[in-house]
């Protein structure tokens, strides 16, 4: 299974582009990568997921670079609700062999 | 994306009880999955339940203890059984879609021991 590592907690202003990376060194070739948001009492909601490059949708960005051993979520212009835990979430087609990440704990800061 | 509903929402149980978890999705879906997630902590993925055949186990978590049902493509539950204070925890009920669909998860179980 792909162990993934990310920064525990992070401090933005609202206005500024976050970025958030996550190492999973030992990525397998078919797994995807997905990240989540989630505020207390919630579920974790789906904001974006890739395989490799670049992918964007209305919210947010996701880059991964060619060795795809990290990848990085990307949030424009953060505001106060955008105050949450982002997991990134490594696993396969099939599945099976899903690993979350430890979560980032975004503080978003008037 | 589905709608998931779970119920309970939450619950304060004595040890020793058993406890079933209804994860109901408005849609027909190919994978279900069920997690458990300590306070403050990540998720931790406690099985997969197969439709028609016996939920595929995580390393760490039996069948014994927490017992799955997938009668239909909609419907799953997760029974926590024989509980003790360290089962208090949020456990959630996610759906997917086929190929790399992404998962979408229902709002969780608080479940409390004393």
């Known amino acids: 299974l792909a162990k993934t590592t990310q920064p525990i907690s992070m401090d933005s202003y609202e206005g500024q582009e976050v970025n958030i990376t996550c190492s999973h060194n030992n990525i397998a070739t078919n797994d995807y990568i997905t990240w989540y948001q989630q505020f207390p009492s919630q579920g974790p909601r789906f904001i974006i997921q890739g395989y490799k490059t670049k992918v964007t949708n209305e919210v947010a960005s996701l880059f991964i670079p060619a060795d795809r051993k990290s990848s990085t979520l990307s949030l424009p212009r953060v505001s106060l609700s955008d105050t949450a835990v982002y997991y990134c979430l490594v696993g396969d087609d099939y599945g099976q062999n899903f690993v979350f990440g430890p979560g980032t704990r975004l503080s978003v800061l008037p | 994306s589905a709608v998931i509903s779970q119920k309970p929402s939450r619950d304060i149980c004595q040890r020793g009880t058993s406890l079933t978890i209804q994860c109901q999705v408005d849609s027909q879906v190919t994978m279900m999955f069920w997690y458990r997630q300590q306070p403050g902590q990540s998720l931790t993925l406690i099985a997969t339940?197969?439709?028609?055949?016996?939920?595929?186990?995580e390393s760490g978590f039996v069948i014994d203890k927490f017992p799955i049902s997938r009668p239909n493509l909609t419907f799953s539950t997760l029974t926590v059984s024989n509980m003790s204070p360290e089962d208090s925890s949020i456990y959630l009920c996610?759906?997917?879609?086929?190929?790399?669909?992404?998962?979408?998860f229902g709002d969780g179980t608080r479940l409390s021991i004393l």
């Open positions: 996610s759906v997917r879609g086929q190929g790399n669909q992404p998962q979408h």
């Open positions: 339940a197969n439709q028609g055949s016996e939920a595929t186990y």
